[in-house]
């Protein structure tokens, strides 16, 4: 058996006191750790920054329009936001717009107490609610909400709405975004009177969405209107909802995309990757998602740690302070990932939002703009 390289049995059973096994020498390998060559000095390999991805897309341009000529613009992006180290040819046109969020009953409702205690003169005024926003602290576009038609808060006729409508429109210049209840069917008849009584302006509807759009687009594009499109964090479902629009007749510059805004703490990072994938998706040429997009901001008020009194949440802070933090926080994470149209609720929060955004969108200094970004690490600044 000498030639014989391996022995396999089958069905044998040995009988032995001892068993042994003998293991010829030869190729038994060495235990010792092998010594690893020495590393010679590292040098660095001369290289150059590039940013090569390219953004065929743009995302459409939407014009809110008052009958007076004041109109405020979102979306034209060509890159993505505040992008502005590209240089001048490659900058975004518009900034973020900040919309101040008026409503129809706010003497009335359980607000945090910090937001009460800013408009606590004219929550019974929708219109002197509009007038302030605007003149004390320079908001740009007002969000009017009709939230006592709904059967659930009062079951006021939507004529009253229409009136404080038309008293806003009166009581300031800026442009009006018209906002619902949430209950469909009298949205619906929201919709069909405010559309058509504000047929001389550029506003828009807010919102038409898997229940409601099929009556409430039209109605945008027979008075030429905008109409936000609402969707709860569904990419398909928006690019859905978008073509269905366009199969309406709705024009693409008055199309807004809004995929829910959720909270910091409550689910903000799913509302920041869906509102980045659209925006780059509209970016890379996808025309379906090259659209501005909008988000409730003052959904940041339904965390309880912006609304929690020190009483109950010594830990947390100032209330005072904490409260317009969380939703300046929900509105700046979700503009730089492609947030055109913030919603807010606390008057110092979107001041405070908007000069933010707009330090952010300001103009590279004229001596660095030859520079771009290749050279920004030791650009020096002048002052």
């Given at each position: 058996?000498?030639?014989?390289?391996?022995?396999?049995?089958?069905?044998?059973?040995?009988?032995?006191?001892?068993?042994?096994?003998?293991?010829?020498?030869?190729?038994?390998?060495?235990?010792?750790?092998?010594?690893?060559?020495?590393?010679?000095?590292?040098?660095w390999?001369?290289?150059?920054?590039?940013?090569?991805?390219?953004?065929?897309?743009?995302?459409?341009?939407?014009?809110f329009?008052?009958?007076?000529?004041?109109?405020?613009?979102?979306?034209?992006?060509?890159?993505?936001?505040?992008?502005?180290f590209?240089?001048?040819?490659?900058?975004?046109?518009?900034?973020?717009?900040?919309?101040?969020?008026?409503?129809?009953?706010?003497?009335?409702?359980?607000?945090?107490?910090?937001?009460?205690?800013?408009?606590?003169?004219?929550?019974?005024?929708?219109?002197?609610?509009?007038?302030?926003?605007?003149?004390?602290?320079?908001?740009?576009?007002?969000?009017?909400?009709?939230?006592?038609?709904?059967?659930?808060?009062?079951?006021?006729?939507?004529?009253?709405?229409?009136?404080?409508?038309?008293?806003?429109?009166?009581?300031?210049?800026?442009?009006?975004?018209?906002g619902?209840?949430?209950?469909?069917?009298?949205?619906?008849?929201?919709?069909?009177?405010?559309?058509?009584?504000?047929?001389?302006?550029?506003?828009?509807?807010?919102?038409?969405?898997?229940?409601?759009?099929?009556?409430?687009?039209?109605?945008?594009?027979?008075?030429?209107?905008?109409?936000?499109?609402?969707?709860?964090?569904?990419?398909?479902?928006?690019?859905?909802?978008?073509?269905?629009?366009?199969?309406?007749?709705?024009?693409?510059?008055?199309?807004v995309?809004?995929?829910?805004?959720?909270?910091?703490?409550?689910?903000?990072?799913?509302?920041?990757?869906?509102?980045?994938?659209?925006?780059?998706?509209?970016?890379?040429?996808?025309?379906?998602?090259?659209?501005?997009?909008?988000?409730?901001?003052?959904?940041?008020?339904?965390?309880?740690?912006?609304?929690?009194?020190?009483?109950?949440?010594?830990?947390?802070?100032l209330?005072?302070?904490r409260?317009?933090?969380?939703?300046?926080?929900?509105?700046l994470?979700?503009?730089?990932?492609?947030?055109?149209?913030?919603?807010?609720?606390?008057?110092?929060?979107?001041?405070?939002?908007?000069?933010?955004t707009?330090?952010?969108?300001?103009?590279?200094?004229?001596?660095?703009?030859?520079?771009?970004y290749?050279?920004?690490?030791?650009a020096?600044?002048?002052?």
């Amino acid at each position: 058996m000498k030639e014989v390289e391996e022995i396999e049995l089958q069905d044998v059973d040995l009988f032995a006191e001892y068993l042994e096994f003998q293991m010829l020498p030869g190729i038994i390998q060495s235990a010792a750790q092998t010594v690893l060559p020495g590393i010679g000095k590292a040098e660095w390999t001369p290289t150059k920054f590039t940013l090569d991805l390219e953004f065929p897309g743009q995302i459409e341009t939407i014009e809110f329009i008052r009958s007076n000529g004041k109109k405020a613009v979102i979306g034209g992006e060509k890159v993505p936001p505040f992008y502005n180290f590209l240089g001048l040819d490659k900058r975004n046109p518009n900034p973020p717009l900040v919309t101040y969020d008026v409503f129809d009953m706010g003497s009335k409702m359980m607000l945090p107490k910090p937001i009460k205690q800013e408009y606590e003169e004219v929550l019974g005024d929708p219109a002197e609610w509009a007038k302030f926003a605007v003149n004390k602290f320079g908001a740009e576009c007002i969000t009017f909400h009709s939230l006592e038609i709904d059967p659930a808060m009062g079951d006021a006729p939507v004529s009253q709405s229409v009136k404080y409508l038309e008293d806003i429109l009166q009581a300031v210049d800026v442009p009006v975004i018209i906002g619902c209840s949430g209950n469909k069917e009298k949205d619906v008849e929201l919709f069909k009177v405010t559309a058509a009584a504000t047929e001389s302006e550029v506003l828009m509807l807010s919102a038409a969405d898997k229940a409601t759009w099929e009556e409430v687009i039209p109605l945008a594009v027979k008075y030429d209107h905008n109409c936000l499109l609402w969707t709860s964090l569904d990419l398909n479902n928006q690019i859905k909802m978008n073509k269905d629009a366009l199969e309406l007749g709705l024009p693409k510059n008055r199309i807004v995309m809004d995929p829910t805004c959720a909270t910091l703490g409550y689910g903000m990072e799913y509302s920041f990757s869906i509102y980045q994938r659209m925006r780059i998706a509209g970016l890379l040429g996808e025309t379906d998602l090259a659209y501005p997009i909008s988000g409730g901001t003052t959904n940041a008020w339904g965390a309880r740690e912006a609304w929690m009194s020190e009483k109950q949440a010594p830990q947390w802070g100032l209330r005072q302070y904490r409260g317009p933090i969380w939703e300046i926080i929900n509105a700046l994470s979700l503009t730089l990932v492609g947030l055109d149209l913030a919603m807010m609720f606390h008057p110092v929060a979107a001041k405070h939002v908007k000069e933010i955004t707009s330090q952010f969108f300001e103009e590279i200094p004229k001596h660095l703009e030859s520079k771009g970004y290749y050279d920004w690490v030791s650009a020096r600044i002048k002052k």
